[in-house]
């Protein structure tokens, strides 16, 4: 996620770190490097423009403290301003005086408007214990109401739909109804987009505002698009009260323009942002921890939340005892890393680790790695995989074929899941590392795996119980470098 802008600002940046003092002189050169940055990133032009001369200011006006280095205080500003370019404060969704809420999702066709409204009852459902209700009043696009329909079945959410005859503003209204009716407490109308806006557009969807007059609307915006979705952002917000934003294929969006741009163009803010293609890949949109991560800073906040969000907590600390025991055995292994797998690929969650970002900007992380190892575990029987100490050669030999890895790699795995379990029997009972062993670890988390590399990640995921005990067994795939 806004991978090259966060490279060329950590350049931009880094240059002005290193100084023990601030003279006009070298902030200059630094506001220079983040504006060439923010133009190469597709940020409006006006943008870029205001942002370092607020960045300049902040810089220059800002009060020496003596126990921080300067350099660390142009950090400290920098990401203030960025914070607010993003919209400052994380804004939620409205409020109804009386259920249900009915929020509008609206924007052009191809943004991902259908599956975005899927997505968020389904964040609406999990994260608010809300019971929500889809409108299918995207009548334009064939089989926009036979997706929407087919996203209901596979999430358990009720779909209002009336086929393609009926008119979207009376289909929203009875929707509304229907959904007074049958208890839900949230309304999400799915309405018409086009491939660019035109007169008709506007026209169906104010029609559809004015009559079922919604506590929100909320424009769907592709972030691959660039300034393409801020200029159809500015049109939408000239037509329609908007009452915030939401971005998809953030993802993809390598060069981050259009979230830097939109915000400030529209005086709207980004709710949320969709990193992915499934269900679950909808988070809501922090402006701080977003400025950090662009930053290099990190996310352990999110990246707890999101371990909290998935992750049986009753389950992990199952396991952590088991572990500290010496008990721990593949189907365990297996149990933990189904968890990792949840959270995401892997790059993705350990660039929300401060200071990683920059570390993985070359790197190219191999998640077949971790289904490698899984094809290792499952060739075993129930019964090697519950008694590890039963898997003689013949057992490796058999493993190794039918999981299509050769025997080192089986040998390996096996080997470095004894050692995992000897070294947390013997903490567990209070004994120090074994000799050799510390320098093994390489300062923490067990080594990678079989075609792996980087060591494993020390000590879990924060937050006690739901964090993965002792590390993942095995450590994370090794990283390439390109």
Not at 104 to 129: H, N, V
Not at 142 to 155: F, N, T
Not at 293 to 318: F, P, T, Y
Request: with cysteine; hydrophobic share 40%.
């Amino acid at each position: 996620m806004f991978d090259s802008l966060a490279n060329a600002l950590g350049k931009a940046y880094r240059a002005i770190v290193g100084q023990k003092v601030l003279t006009e002189a070298n902030v200059d050169e630094g506001i220079r490097a983040v504006r060439q940055a923010l133009l190469e990133a597709d940020v409006n032009f006006q943008v870029a423009k205001e942002f370092t001369a607020d960045v300049r200011q902040r810089v220059l006006g800002q009060k020496v403290i003596g126990s921080v280095e300067p350099g660390q205080q142009f950090v400290k500003c920098f990401h203030d301003a960025l914070t607010d370019l993003l919209g400052g404060q994380a804004t939620g969704l409205p409020v109804a005086d009386q259920p249900p809420l009915v929020l509008m999702l609206c924007g052009l066709q191809g943004s991902g408007k259908t599956t975005t409204a899927a997505k968020l009852a389904l964040w609406l459902r999990k994260q608010r214990k809300k019971n929500p209700l889809l409108v299918a009043a995207d009548l334009q696009r064939p089989a926009a109401v036979e997706q929407l329909q087919s996203l209901g079945r596979q999430l358990g959410i009720a779909v209002h739909a009336e086929g393609t005859k009926a008119r979207p503003p009376e289909v929203c209204q009875r929707g509304i109804a229907f959904a007074k009716a049958h208890g839900h407490d949230v309304v999400l109308l799915d309405t018409a987009g086009r491939l660019h806006i035109d007169e008709a557009l506007m026209r169906e969807v104010q029609e559809v505002h004015a009559l079922c007059r919604p506590h929100g609307v909320l424009l769907v915006c592709d972030a691959m698009l660039g300034q393409d979705a801020v200029n159809s952002a500015k049109e939408f917000h000239a037509r329609l009260p908007l009452h915030g934003l939401i971005l998809t294929k953030v993802d993809g969006d390598a060069r981050g323009g259009a979230a830097l741009s939109i915000v400030k163009v529209t005086g709207r803010p980004i709710l949320f942002a969709g990193i992915g293609e499934k269900p679950d890949d909808l988070e809501e949109f922090d402006p701080a921890r977003m400025a950090g991560r662009i930053l290099g800073m990190g996310d352990v906040v999110g990246l707890v939340e999101k371990a909290q969000s998935v992750i049986d907590e009753k389950e992990a600390e199952k396991a952590a005892r088991k572990l500290q025991k010496g008990q721990f055995d593949f189907e365990d292994f297996l149990a933990q890393m189904n968890m990792v797998r949840k959270l995401g690929p892997l790059k993705k969650v350990l660039g929300m680790l401060p200071g990683v970002g920059s570390m993985l900007k070359d790197a190219d992380f191999d998640d077949s790695h971790m289904k490698r190892i899984e094809a290792i575990v499952l060739s075993m029987t129930p019964k090697e995989r519950r008694r590890p100490e039963l898997i003689d050669l013949p057992r490796r030999r058999r493993i190794a074929a039918g999981s299509g890895n050769d025997l080192d790699a089986v040998n390996g795995m096996i080997k470095q899941f004894k050692a995992m379990q000897d070294l947390m029997k013997r903490l567990g009972k209070g004994g120090g590392l074994p000799p050799g062993l510390d320098q093994m670890l390489g300062g923490g988390g067990l080594p990678g795996g079989p075609g792996g590399g980087a060591g494993g990640l020390p000590g879990g995921f924060p937050g006690g119980g739901r964090g993965f005990p002792g590390g993942f067994p095995g450590g994370f795939p090794g990283r390439r470098r390109r």
